[in-house]
């Protein structure tokens, strides 16, 4: 069984910044699997925002967010984050966190479509103003 539960998501306006955070807990976590963010806006399907492995050393991210989004991981804390700067309204979204238990230590070639994984934390809300 695996926990996990976002954090720092809120207000900010147009050109902002915020850090979220994903906590993992449980018996059965471990720092060997990938992790990923996911959004979902309303009257939109789930996107893929950025994928990690278990060890940190390669990251992927949407098109959407690259330059702007940046994902890492503290093992030791069991803990994975989404730096996200020059925030713009299309950015507004539920925000998820998920794990892999299956695969392997690194990101599916298909991971944007969250189908292999296997736990989801229950979001946090991000609203960019203009």
């Known amino acids: 069984q695996v926990h996990l539960v976002e954090s720092g998501g809120g207000l900010v306006q147009t050109g902002g910044s915020l850090r979220l955070s994903c906590a993992a807990s449980?018996?059965?976590?471990?720092?060997?699997?990938?992790m990923g963010w996911f959004r979902q806006a309303p009257g939109k399907e789930r996107e893929g925002v950025s994928c990690?492995?278990?060890?940190?050393?390669?990251?992927v991210y949407a098109d959407s967010v690259k330059g702007r989004f940046t994902i890492s991981r503290d093992n030791a804390k069991n803990t994975v984050y989404l730096q996200m700067s020059s925030l713009k309204p299309d950015d507004t979204a539920v925000y998820y966190c998920?794990?892999?238990?299956?695969?392997?230590?690194?990101?599916?070639?298909?991971?944007?479509?969250?189908?292999?994984?296997?736990?989801w934390g229950k979001g946090t809300p991000v609203t960019v103003s203009t």
């Open positions: 998920a794990t892999d238990l299956e695969y392997g230590p690194e990101c599916r070639v298909w991971w944007t479509s969250g189908a292999g994984m296997d736990y």
């Open positions: 449980g018996p059965t976590f471990r720092s060997s699997y990938p």
């Open positions: 990690i492995s278990s060890s940190g050393g390669n990251v």
